[in-house]
């Protein structure tokens, strides 16, 4: 029987246009000043049978157990099929708003358009509703790449799918409408309350995607920490439910020619009838100050007077003033405000002479009283150290030097950052000033260490920076390691990657620890990395140097087959491949360990990798073909840093060989997942999101 065509579509669209238009035109009409007129607009409920299916849906959706992708793709259509007419109660709930997120994630092209067509008229109700404004930043970015590629086509369908849309030749027409004429549509619908939006606890997020979609900027990420996005309450949420982005975020778009005037627009609305206070005080609004901070970035774009910078500062040209120095005053003891100038002096939208004026004017003459502040205008001399001249940097420098010692904390994560923001600054600069540095902070964590004593015995500089005492380590309940531990043992590296003689320190500081301890710190999720940083060998090491490698190693015997059996020990197995150079006594040593329990060691997924990489096939069937991998490796090593004495002394790259390329290829690779892992993790700030971390990471040499 043939398919008849439904009739009146044309019909129905135009009186659907119509409607739209006299809503939108309602809209305009309205004003939006006042809390009592921002009234949450009730679209319905979702009955209890419709919520069964769409819970249900939701749930498939998530598990993600489809044989294809066109499976998939044929129960995205069948939901969209079962949700139309409900689309708007749907994303105004909060279960079935999950829902239509996963929906618009894996929609195509054409059920995109429709959905954005569906929600014509009401943009602005649903940007201001929790749930459903979540679901319109992800139609935005998913619509930003439909923008894009029909850019690149030259206006053609992009019907990714090739989905059947001959039903009539209505629906057709409707499916060929360019992405870009619907953005520009919603984008004028929001035009006469973006005012408003600044300040609105929901559409503001709506407002920051709107702007860096206009301006071509990178989309952020709604689970990673630091995201413009989404706040921090927000991103842990979505983690929960397990909505990952897909291809289109954290990327930027090409933009059509008709989003610049409309950037201007929104600039301008939001920048008419201004004054200079009522910016300010929204400068330091929760709510607000990000998406200032964006618009600052942005307006250079299409605006070159930067009439928005202009009405939080005053020009180039003009000098000290007391109203502004009050603001400045305000920013850098607000914490909202503090983030505020952080995000402006980062930005790479501000013009530098801006920058340098506010510096010159207010932060330079007290540089030193700024940084001793607990929690606020910290954050802004960090910034500075990586974006003025670098004269200025080293006087800036000069001056928190000599009392860095009391500046810097492990107790506060602020301190933490900022004591990391000083060395990048000094390794910027070429080491300036290092043996200061690291003076001050001896001073600091290990002032009774004398690196001229052959025998200390303290464990201070340990204590006093990773704080073990206290800590998760040999906890039995199975507790993660806190955010706090992560920021301290990176801190700890960074000191052991910026100067050698805090490595050695911290060997004297693990010789002097208990057996008990020691092992624990093997075996944890944090601290683990702390002794993977121990494990580095200086290329002019002298005699006294090479003794106390071999008292580390000492260290470690007989626990070889126990660290190779587990998830952060067996790195640790790894490490010692390159530890043990020119110890072949030692290596020798590891690898009989490693045989004398081979079937433990081989039983172990964690102890396959060690083994593999230990070369212990080698080992039992062909030992003088490893003795000569280990020759190889001394030889290598030699090759190496030899090459990088010539290139600083010649200042000219030298050719690399083939080896040195796939090592540096399996360090990126590692170095890649390791940042995978940490952006899992970062935003978890209580530590619970641990058992990511038994995940098998695979390891080559």
């Given amino acids: 029987m043939a398919k008849t065509k439904s009739r009146g579509r044309r019909l129905a669209a135009k009186e659907r246009e119509i409607i739209d238009d006299e809503e939108i035109n309602n809209s305009n009409n309205l004003e939006f000043n006042s809390e009592s007129q921002k009234k949450t607009v009730f679209f319905g409920l979702v009955d209890s049978n419709e919520l069964d299916y769409f819970k249900q849906a939701e749930s498939t959706l998530n598990v993600n157990m489809f044989d294809s992708d066109e499976e998939r793709q044929g129960f995205i259509g069948s939901v969209l099929e079962e949700a139309k007419g409900k689309e708007l109660k749907l994303v105004t709930n909060q279960i079935c708003s999950k829902l239509m997120e996963r929906l618009i994630l894996g929609a195509n092209n054409r059920q995109l358009k429709e959905l954005f067509q569906l929600f014509g008229g009401h943009f602005v109700d649903l940007a201001c509703q929790k749930y459903s404004s979540h679901v319109l930043e992800t139609l935005f970015v998913r619509s930003a790449g439909v923008i894009e590629r029909e850019l690149i086509l030259g206006g053609e369908e992009t019907n990714d799918n090739n989905e059947d849309v001959a039903e009539g030749e209505e629906e057709e027409t409707d499916s060929f409408i360019p992405m870009e004429t619907l953005f520009n549509k919603m984008l004028n619908e929001f035009k006469p309350i973006v005012k408003t939006m600044i300040d609105d606890q929901y559409s503001s997020h709506v407002l920051r995607l709107l702007i860096l979609i206009m301006s071509g900027k990178p989309m952020p990420s709604s689970t990673m920490a630091h995201s413009t996005l989404r706040s921090k309450k927000s991103k842990i949420a979505r983690k929960m439910i397990d909505i990952k982005d897909n291809e289109d975020f954290l ?56 009439t928005i910078w202009h009405l939080l500062f005053l020009k180039v040209t003009d000098p000290k003033d007391p109203q502004e120095e009050a603001f400045m005053e305000f920013l850098l003891s607000d914490s909202v405000g503090s983030h505020f100038l952080e995000s402006i002096i980062k930005n790479d939208g501000v013009r530098m002479k801006y920058i340098e004026r506010l510096y010159q004017l207010y932060i330079k003459d007290r540089i030193l009283k700024l940084t001793g502040r607990s929690t606020t205008a910290i954050y802004a001399i960090q910034a500075l150290l990586f974006k003025l001249k670098p004269v200025e940097v080293e006087y800036i420098l000069d001056i928190i030097i000599p009392e860095f010692s009391n500046l810097v904390s492990v107790s506060e994560n602020h301190n933490i950052d900022f004591g990391k923001a000083i060395i990048d600054a000094s390794i910027s600069r070429f080491n300036y000033r290092k043996d200061d540095i690291v003076s001050q902070l001896f001073k600091k964590f290990a002032p009774n260490y004398n690196e001229d004593d052959g025998d200390n015995t303290s464990t201070e500089f340990l ?17 993660w ?76 015997q007989g626990k070889m087959v126990k660290l190779a059996c587990n998830a952060y020990g067996s790195h640790l197995v790894d490490k010692l491949w390159d530890f043990t150079i020119f110890l072949p006594m030692y290596k020798d040593r590891i690898a009989m360990e490693l045989y004398g329990e081979s079937k433990k060691v081989k039983e172990s997924n964690y102890g396959r990798l060690v083994w593999k990489n230990w070369g212990m096939e080698l080992f039992i069937r062909k030992k003088y073909e490893w003795k000569a991998l280990i020759k190889q490796q001394e030889a290598e090593f030699h090759v190496e840093h030899t090459q990088e004495e010539q290139q600083q002394d010649e200042g000219a790259p030298t050719k690399k060989r083939p080896i040195d390329i796939k090592m540096e290829q399996l360090a990126k690779e590692r170095e890649l997942q390791e940042k995978r892992r940490l952006q899992e993790e970062n935003g978890d700030d209580d530590g619970s999101n641990g058992a990511k971390r038994q995940k098998i990471r695979g390891r080559n040499r």
């Fill in 463 to 479: 204590e006093n920076t990773l704080q073990l005492t206290g800590s998760t380590l040999g906890n039995t309940k199975d507790d």
């Fill in 251 to 306: 990327r930027a778009f090409q933009t059509p020619a008709s989003f610049k005037p409309q950037l201007r627009d929104y600039c301008n609305a939001i920048s008419i009838d201004e004054n200079m206070r009522h910016m300010r005080e929204l400068a330091s609004q929760k709510v607000a100050s990000p998406v200032l901070q964006l618009l600052v970035q942005v307006e250079g774009i299409i605006d070159k007077e930067r």
């Fill in 481 to 556: 390691p806190t955010a706090e531990e992560r920021r301290r043992a990176l801190f700890v590296e960074k000191l052991m990657q910026y100067d050698y003689k805090f490595v050695i320190c911290s060997w004297y500081n693990f010789m002097a620890l208990p057996s008990e301890t020691l092992e624990q710190m093997c075996f944890h999720g944090v601290f683990s990395r702390v002794i993977e940083e121990l494990f580095k060998v200086l290329p002019d090491e002298e005699k006294p140097v090479a003794v106390l490698r071999k008292r580390v190693l000492n260290l470690f």
